[in-house]
């Protein structure tokens, strides 16, 4: 079966960067998109960005195209996620997700890792 | 962007009642080249990840009870639970996927009376 299996919370430093990580599991790695998204304490969900696990493309919402870096590691079936500049109003669950077999919707996700940005 | 707006943003109802909630698109999500609305809708349950209810509007996800039903085209799009259960209590999401960036609704909390 499909699974998602993100790295652990963190506490990181206002101005510092953060790498979280997502394993995947039960498919071919490099068949799928795998999409990041954001969710602040009591709010919605915004997509940040998609990475193209074949070829390394991205294509990124334009409010986080300064924020995230996405890169994959073929070999491990791991997408990490790289947030930089961190401030209060990245104080997040991020979750990674997966694609469905024929369109953009969200079928798999992650259980989401906790970021907390403070002094 | 195409801005999706859900509503309401929360109600309340007994065990067993009828529920319908919302989604309206700024632009309509029907693809005409194969007439698909490319719309989906998740549950959010308290502490858990979003999980995937409805996809194309109207078709739902391997293992999802019957009693979710998705229905609408173009801008409007509606999700119904037929009889509410107290293991229904989340926020609802729609999302779409016609053009990017793709978005989500604000989402609809539904509380158990």
């Known amino acids: 079966q499909v699974q998602l299996q993100q790295s652990g919370a963190e506490l990181v430093k206002p101005g510092a960067s953060v790498k979280l990580s997502c394993k995947a599991s039960g498919y071919t790695f490099t068949s799928y998109y795998m999409y990041w998204v954001k969710q602040r304490p009591g709010q919605g969900l915004e997509w940040i960005g998609e990475i193209n696990p074949s070829n390394g493309g991205t294509n990124f919402n334009e409010k986080f195209k300064s924020k995230a870096t996405l890169t994959v590691d073929k070999s491990s079936s791991t997408a990490y996620m790289q947030l930089s500049s961190l401030t209060s109003e990245d104080s997040a669950v991020y979750y990674c997700?997966?694609?469905?077999?024929?369109?953009?919707?969200?079928?798999?996700w992650g259980q989401g890792t906790l970021v907390t940005v403070s002094a | 962007d195409i801005v999706m707006s859900q509503s309401p943003s929360s109600l309340a109802v007994s065990v067993g009642e009828k529920v319908t909630m919302s989604c309206k698109s700024s632009q309509s999500l029907l693809y005409s080249s194969n007439q698909k609305n490319y719309l989906a809708w998740y549950q959010q349950k308290p502490g858990q990840s979003p999980k995937l209810l409805i996809y194309?509007?109207?078709t739902r996800e391997s293992g999802v009870p019957d009693r979710f039903t998705g229905s609408g085209s173009g801008t409007d799009f509606t999700l119904t639970i037929s009889s509410v259960k107290a293991e229904d209590l989340a926020v609802y999401y729609c999302?779409?996927?016609?053009?990017?960036?793709?978005?989500f609704g604000g989402g609809t909390k539904l509380e158990i009376k």
């Open positions: 997700t997966r694609s469905g077999l024929t369109g953009t919707w969200f079928a798999y």
């Open positions: 194309w509007a109207s």
């Open positions: 999302q779409q996927y016609y053009s990017y960036p793709w978005t």
